[in-house]
Protein backbone atom coordinates (compact mmCIF):
# COMPACT_ATOMS: atom_id res chain seq x y z
CA UNK A 1 0.00 0.00 0.00
CA UNK A 2 1.62 3.56 -0.87
CA UNK A 3 0.59 6.93 0.84
CA UNK A 4 -1.99 9.25 -0.74
CA UNK A 5 -2.32 12.76 -0.26
CA UNK A 6 -6.41 12.86 -0.39
CA UNK A 7 -6.75 16.15 1.57
CA UNK A 8 -5.22 19.64 1.43
CA UNK A 9 -6.45 22.34 3.92
CA UNK A 10 -4.97 25.90 3.54
CA UNK A 11 -6.12 28.65 6.27
CA UNK A 12 -4.60 31.78 7.98
CA UNK A 13 -3.77 33.40 11.14
CA UNK A 14 -2.39 36.39 12.90
CA UNK A 15 -2.12 37.72 16.53
CA UNK A 16 -2.69 41.60 15.88
CA UNK A 17 -1.24 42.85 19.45
CA UNK A 18 0.28 40.21 20.99
CA UNK A 19 3.15 39.34 18.32
CA UNK A 20 2.67 35.61 19.52
CA UNK A 21 3.67 33.72 16.52
CA UNK A 22 2.21 30.27 18.11
CA UNK A 23 -1.35 32.32 18.72
CA UNK A 24 -1.07 33.07 14.97
CA UNK A 25 0.08 29.54 13.84
CA UNK A 26 -2.96 28.04 15.78
CA UNK A 27 -5.47 30.49 14.87
CA UNK A 28 -4.39 29.54 10.90
CA UNK A 29 -4.88 26.02 11.67
CA UNK A 30 -8.25 26.22 12.87
CA UNK A 31 -8.93 28.58 10.11
CA UNK A 32 -7.95 25.33 7.85
CA UNK A 33 -9.72 23.04 9.86
CA UNK A 34 -12.78 24.88 9.87
CA UNK A 35 -13.52 25.29 6.49
CA UNK A 36 -13.55 21.75 5.83
CA UNK A 37 -16.10 18.71 6.17
CA UNK A 38 -14.24 15.72 5.75
CA UNK A 39 -17.09 12.56 5.21
CA UNK A 40 -15.22 10.73 2.91
CA UNK A 41 -13.31 8.78 5.63
CA UNK A 42 -16.72 8.09 7.60
CA UNK A 43 -18.03 7.72 3.80
CA UNK A 44 -15.76 4.70 3.43
CA UNK A 45 -15.73 3.42 7.12
CA UNK A 46 -11.90 4.48 7.35
CA UNK A 47 -10.97 5.05 11.04
CA UNK A 48 -10.11 8.64 11.01
CA UNK A 49 -6.85 7.26 13.51
CA UNK A 50 -5.54 5.97 10.33
CA UNK A 51 -4.71 9.80 8.83
CA UNK A 52 -1.19 10.97 8.58
CA UNK A 53 -1.08 14.68 9.06
CA UNK A 54 1.51 17.20 7.64
CA UNK A 55 1.05 20.57 8.89
CA UNK A 56 3.39 23.51 7.66
CA UNK A 57 3.21 27.04 9.09
CA UNK A 58 4.89 29.60 6.86
CA UNK A 59 5.85 32.52 9.56
CA UNK A 60 8.76 34.93 9.66
CA UNK A 61 9.87 33.64 12.52
CA UNK A 62 9.49 29.74 12.05
CA UNK A 63 11.72 28.69 15.67
CA UNK A 64 9.28 30.85 17.63
CA UNK A 65 6.69 28.12 16.97
CA UNK A 66 5.65 25.72 19.46
CA UNK A 67 4.90 22.96 17.40
CA UNK A 68 3.36 20.58 20.15
CA UNK A 69 0.40 23.34 20.88
CA UNK A 70 -0.04 23.12 16.19
CA UNK A 71 -0.26 19.62 16.69
CA UNK A 72 -2.32 19.72 19.20
CA UNK A 73 -4.90 20.93 16.97
CA UNK A 74 -5.52 18.17 15.03
CA UNK A 75 -8.13 16.19 16.36
CA UNK A 76 -7.41 12.47 14.39
CA UNK A 77 -4.84 10.69 13.22
CA UNK A 78 -0.84 11.06 13.73
CA UNK A 79 0.82 14.82 13.22
CA UNK A 80 3.91 16.20 12.18
CA UNK A 81 4.28 19.98 11.69
CA UNK A 82 6.79 21.30 9.67
CA UNK A 83 7.98 25.41 10.71
CA UNK A 84 9.33 27.15 7.18
CA UNK A 85 10.20 31.25 6.49
CA UNK A 86 6.96 32.63 4.96
CA UNK A 87 4.41 34.60 6.59
CA UNK A 88 4.22 38.59 6.93
CA UNK A 89 5.44 40.93 9.73
CA UNK A 90 4.29 44.31 9.16
CA UNK A 91 5.72 47.08 11.94
CA UNK A 92 3.98 49.90 12.75
CA UNK A 93 6.30 52.42 12.51
CA UNK A 94 4.72 55.17 15.23
CA UNK A 95 4.22 52.61 17.57
CA UNK A 96 6.67 50.35 17.04
CA UNK A 97 3.83 47.30 17.11
CA UNK A 98 4.26 44.34 14.62
CA UNK A 99 1.40 42.49 13.14
CA UNK A 100 2.24 38.69 12.03
CA UNK A 101 0.32 37.33 9.25
CA UNK A 102 0.85 33.22 9.37
CA UNK A 103 -0.15 30.59 6.95
CA UNK A 104 -0.75 27.37 7.43
CA UNK A 105 -1.40 24.24 5.48
CA UNK A 106 -2.46 20.50 6.34
CA UNK A 107 -2.48 17.52 4.09
CA UNK A 108 -4.07 14.43 5.13
CA UNK A 109 -2.99 11.17 3.73
CA UNK A 110 -3.98 7.60 3.97
CA UNK A 111 -2.67 4.57 3.14
CA UNK A 112 -4.55 2.09 0.80
CA UNK A 113 -4.04 -0.82 -2.02
Known sequence: ?????II??????NDLYGEDYT???????QDA???SSISLFRSMGID???????VTIGTQMP???????????IPFGSV??????GGLNVEDPN??????????GSSRSFRYS
Not at 1 to 5: A, C, D, F, G, V
Not at 63 to 73: S, T
Not at 95 to 102: E, I, M, T, V
Open 1 to 5: MSLQR
Open 8 to 13: LEMGTG
Open 23 to 29: KAAVRAV
Open 33 to 35: LHH
Open 48 to 54: HDTMQVE
Open 63 to 73: ELIDKEMIAAQ
Open 80 to 85: KVNTVK
Open 95 to 104: SGNCYGYRNG
